[in-house]
């Protein structure tokens, strides 16, 4: 027969849970004076947040979404690369509300908000309102490979393969580089071609990729990116190391003003 509102003890119920097999819920006793809310960080983040330990400088993460990335907080400027990714984003920390840091790419776009209370926060144009991102492990810091001129030649061919194939039309990619520059040029090259592929994806992005002729990558003393009688002019520094390009995301605004 069951038995409605009936009251037991809280030993009495854990007693009941072991000999089920399960695990016996908590019992918390609030102290006087204590909110509910306070108790639950207190749950949920155990600890102050001084005394947790730092997260390792160069880690991987996987989003509640699945997505996996590295964020290397290694450098001056913090960067990351999602698994399975050609680009890599160099992100700005600014602070945000609540004591948080918030990540942004060249762009402007927040990519990441680092919570007061040590969680992360991943932010995407599928997942705008943020995914939590938790701890995977300590991984290798992210860097640019030397790239000599053969293996340059063969990222630029590689690179207008892909846009030309997307625009369903001939897009030559062209460069002027020097052996400082020959890294950051291939890996501009790529990012280009990411941001424009990605562009030519909705009939509007076909439209404004309608404009763009011809890819040409150079050196300038500082990075940036022009649409200019159909030439779309990516410019790297190669003293900022990856700082010193453009991004995917700031390419195709350019490409689409």
Do not use: C
């Amino acid at each position: 027969m069951a038995v409605r509102g009936a009251r037991y003890p809280a030993a009495a119920l854990a007693l009941a849970a072991v000999i089920a097999g399960v695990s016996a819920p908590a019992v918390y006793a609030q102290p006087k004076g204590q909110s509910p809310l306070g108790s639950l960080g207190d749950m949920l983040f155990p600890g102050k947040p001084e005394n947790r330990p730092a997260p390792p400088p160069v880690a991987r993460y996987v989003s509640e979404s699945g997505q996996a990335f590295t964020l290397d907080r290694s450098t001056a400027k913090p960067m990351l690369r999602f698994e399975g990714s050609n680009e890599i984003w160099v992100l700005e920390p600014h602070t945000g509300a609540r004591g948080d840091t918030l990540y942004k790419n060249d762009a402007g776009r927040v990519v990441l908000r680092d919570t007061k209370v040590g969680g992360l926060i991943l932010f995407t144009p599928e997942r705008r309102e943020g995914a939590a991102a938790a701890l995977s492990g300590e991984t290798r810091p992210i860097r640019l490979s030397p790239v000599d001129p053969k293996a340059l030649i063969r990222r630029l061919v590689g690179a207008s393969a892909v846009v030309s194939k997307a625009a369903r039309r001939q897009i030559p990619f062209q460069a002027e580089a020097t052996p400082a520059s020959s890294a950051l040029i291939a890996d501009a090259a790529l990012v280009a071609a990411d941001g424009l592929v990605r562009m030519s994806r909705t009939p509007e992005g076909q439209v404004q990729l309608r404009r763009v002729n011809l890819v040409f990558l150079t050196e300038g003393p500082r990075p940036g990116v022009i649409l200019r009688q159909g030439v779309l002019i990516v410019v790297v520094t190669p003293r900022l190391g990856i700082s010193g390009r453009p991004s995917s995301e700031r390419i195709a605004f350019a490409a689409a003003r």
